[in-house]
């Protein structure tokens, strides 16, 4: 019998005294216990640096990483430089988990060890109440890397409720210093695309247990201008291209879109027509293209023909 995956849960705070201690208590009070708990203070002036210590420095299930101001990149990277488990996932410091998050996403990864990446639902409290999801069912999404590369879209949800095969971590996470600036906040877009591109398989899993704190601006959507809409996507753009590079993937990739779709047992329909569009980008006559757009919107109708509420990526 296979053992049960490990978890190692990375917090990641700066200026965040007035939330962080919450963030860590939760993960301390999962009902399925994680194998390291590493609390990385990115150079906090707030006071929050004594504040952990004087709190968990005796505490033998807590890492207390300090360092100097490097982004939430650097922290990921910091912290994950640390971690020892097989799964890592990370939560921002003013965000926290309800008891049985990680017992959740141990249920799927003890049992699928063919998945990489999960992300969830999202709970907004505080200043907003609100529940964001990706589907109102779990959805194994096989793997994304085309639709990804042609659409730039983005497999995920906010950093609290993204967990992954360590491995795919450090891959995704290993970026040279010319973009690595332009990602120094943002750093889940890194996860999220890394793992879609690089050919990890992805799964939706709801499980009500994240909860997002809304304060403040802190909201993506608080900063949906048409300036800012188009420099991430620019930004987005120029990291899918480097994880492409590095596997060798192109615009030819389109090429494998039906074979892509066809990796996911129970797509929803916006996801059906998704890849229908991006069969009609292949190379081949306009009558061919049309039928095999067809049969992939057949074949999602005749599985399951809900329509999801989508997250919208950060990039």
Excluded at 197 to 208: D, E, F, M, V
Aim: hydrophobic share 40%; proline share 4%.
């Amino acid at each position: 019998m296979t053992a049960p995956v490990r978890f190692s849960v990375i917090v990641t705070n700066y200026n965040y005294g007035a939330f962080v201690c919450e963030a860590v208590d939760s993960v301390l009070a999962q009902t399925r216990a994680p194998h390291q708990l590493i609390v990385v203070d990115d150079g906090s002036t707030d006071g929050s640096p004594a504040m952990l210590v004087e709190r968990y420095g005796g505490d033998p299930r807590v890492i207390l990483l300090m360092g100097e101001n490097g982004g939430q990149l650097v922290a990921f990277q910091r912290g994950l430089a640390q971690a020892s488990g097989d799964v890592v996932c990370f939560l921002d410091a003013d965000d926290c988990w309800r008891p049985e998050h990680l017992a959740r996403l141990g249920e799927l990864f003890d049992t699928r060890r063919d998945i990489d990446f999960v992300f969830t639902d999202i709970e907004l409290f505080d200043q907003q109440v609100a529940r964001m999801r990706y589907a109102d069912r779990a959805v194994d999404l096989g793997f994304t890397a085309v639709s990804t590369y042609m659409l730039t879209h983005w497999y995920g949800a906010p950093t609290s409720a993204i967990a992954l095969r360590i491995d795919w971590a450090r891959r995704t996470l290993e970026l040279p210093a010319s973009l690595s600036s332009s990602w120094r906040l943002s750093a889940d877009n890194c996860l999220v695309f890394g793992t879609s591109i690089l050919g990890g398989r992805k799964y939706y899993l709801p499980t009500g247990t994240v909860r997002y704190r809304i304060h403040g601006a802190n909201g993506w959507w608080s900063h949906r201008t048409p300036a800012n809409e188009y420099l991430n996507r620019f930004r987005s753009r120029g990291l899918i291209e480097h994880y492409a590079r590095s596997v060798g993937l192109d615009a030819r990739c389109v090429e494998f879109a039906k074979q892509e779709f066809k990796t996911k047992p129970e797509p929803t329909s916006r996801e059906a027509r998704r890849y229908a569009g991006l069969v009609r980008l292949r190379r081949g006559s306009w009558l061919r293209r049309t039928e095999q757009s067809l049969s992939i919107l057949w074949s999602a109708w005749r599985r399951r023909g809900k329509l999801p509420v989508e997250f919208k990526g950060l990039g």
